[in-house]
T-cell receptor, first 114, second 113 residues
Framework: AQSVTQPDIHITVSEGASLELRCNYS??????LFWYVQSPGQGLQLLLK??????LVQGIKGFEAEFKRSQSSFNLRKPSVHWSDAAEYFC????????????FGTGTRLTIIP | IAGITQAPTSQILAAGRRMTLRCTQD?????MYWYRQDLGLGLRLIHY???????GKGEVPDGYSVSRANTDDFPLTLASAVPSQTSVYFC????????????FGPGTRLTVL
């Protein structure tokens, strides 16, 4: 069965600084990978996804993520964060066949300081 | 506006009471899901439905039931609520079953006293 780990529970970044949120997965084949964002009091919104092809994936709001098979990672990055990026971020992994459901990580809460 | 609606937005419930959380989508998605979100535990799948007329158990199904009489609606019922069911509940849908992009509702915050 697949699993996903987000090792950082909480990260604090200054506005304008760069950001990297870590995601490690466990899966026997090439996974489907997702990053979702949850603003306070809201549901989850898809930031980006990786199915195949180019390992560097561009998403909404200026985010990108890179799939590294050798490291079983799918880290989320943004070159310069804005105060509005403060939210909870979830990584999810799925299988590229069958009816396997997505498995979500426990999330990383991002705080932005002025 | 296309999307997923959930009702109620929040609810305080006495233990032992029956409660149904409603979820409706207008995207004609085949698959629907119910998750609970708890601090430090992320999202855990309660039940899912791959298509109308079918349902399945997720990671934490005990104490919950679902039905899928049509494509649009996927209610979640707590037959006899307990305090450990205090959580935020999210409904989601995807075009079809499997590991596809899921679209989420705004959530229902449930408190069981």
């Amino acid at each position: 069965a697949q699993s996903v780990t987000q090792p950082d529970i909480h990260i604090t970044v200054s506005e304008g600084a760069s950001l990297e949120l870590r995601c490690n997965y466990s899966y026997g084949a090439t996974p489907y990978l997702f990053w979702y964002v949850q603003s306070p009091g809201q549901g989850l919104q898809l930031l980006l996804k990786y199915f195949s092809g180019d390992t560097l994936v561009q998403g909404i709001k200026g985010f990108e993520a890179e799939f590294k098979r050798s490291q079983s990672s799918f880290n989320l990055r943004k070159p310069s964060v804005h105060w509005s990026d403060a939210a909870e971020y979830f990584c999810a992994v799925g299988a590229n066949f069958g009816n396997e459901k997505l498995t979500f990580g426990t999330g990383t809460r991002l705080t932005i300081i002025p | 506006i296309a999307g997923i609606t959930q009702a109620p937005t929040s609810q305080i419930l006495a233990a032992g009471r029956r409660m149904t959380l409603r979820c409706t989508q207008d995207m004609r998605h085949n698959a629907m899901y119910w998750y609970r979100q708890d601090l430090g535990l992320g999202l855990r799948l309660i039940h899912y439905s791959n298509t109308a007329g079918t349902t399945g158990k997720g990671e934490v199904p005990d104490g919950y039931s679902v039905s899928r009489a049509n494509t649009d609606d996927f209610p979640l019922t707590l037959a006899s609520a307990v305090p450990s069911q205090t959580s935020v509940y999210f409904c989601a849908s995807s075009v079809r079953s499997g590991s596809h992009e899921q679209f989420f509702g705004p959530g229902t915050r449930l408190t069981v006293l």
